[in-house]
Nanobody, 120 residues
Framework: VQLVESGGGLAQPGGSLRLSCTASGGTFSKYAMGWFRQAPGKEREFVAVITFNGGRTDYADAVKGRFTISRDNAENVVYLQMDRLKTAATAVYYC??????????????WGQGTQVTVSS
C-alpha cells in the first residue's frame, strides 16, 4: 500500500486545515487508518485513528474535540480536519495503515508526511 499525504501548509492560531491521505496499491477498506505527527526534536505521536469501515474513531487527548478523522473507501482517502489550531500542532503529519480495530501502534505502511505550521 502506498500512501500520499497532502493539504499541509501554514495556518494561523485558531484557524483550520484539512489533510488528505490517498492510498493506492492495496485493499484500502481492510485497513484501519491513522494520523500521527512529529514535531522538531520530538518522537512521532499518535493523533487519530479510524476503523476499516469508518464506524469508530479514537483521538489523542490533545486534539479531542478539535480534530476529526474520516474516510471515503470509494475514493481510497482518509482525511484529518483540524480546527481551532494551536501553535503546538506544528509538526510533520503522517498517515499510516494498519490491521486491527483502533490501533495506536504496529502500522505496516506510512506516507512521506506533510508539514503543518501554525503561526501568526
Amino acid at each position: 500500500v502506498q500512501l500520499v499525504e497532502s493539504g499541509g501548509g501554514l495556518a494561523q492560531p485558531g484557524g483550520s486545515l484539512r489533510l488528505s491521505c490517498t492510498a493506492s496499491g492495496g485493499t484500502f477498506s481492510k485497513y484501519a487508518m491513522g494520523w500521527f505527527r512529529q514535531a522538531p526534536g520530538k518522537e512521532r505521536e499518535f493523533v487519530a485513528v479510524i476503523t476499516f469501515n469508518g464506524g469508530r474513531t479514537d483521538y489523542a487527548d490533545a486534539v479531542k474535540g478539535r480534530f476529526t478523522i474520516s474516510r471515503d473507501n470509494a475514493e481510497n482517502v482518509v482525511y484529518l480536519q483540524m480546527d481551532r489550531l494551536k501553535t503546538a500542532a506544528t509538526a510533520v503529519y503522517y498517515c499510516g495503515a494498519a490491521l486491527g480495530f483502533l490501533p495506536r501502534e504496529d502500522y505496516a505502511y506510512w506516507g512521506q508526511g506533510t508539514q503543518v505550521t501554525v503561526s501568526s
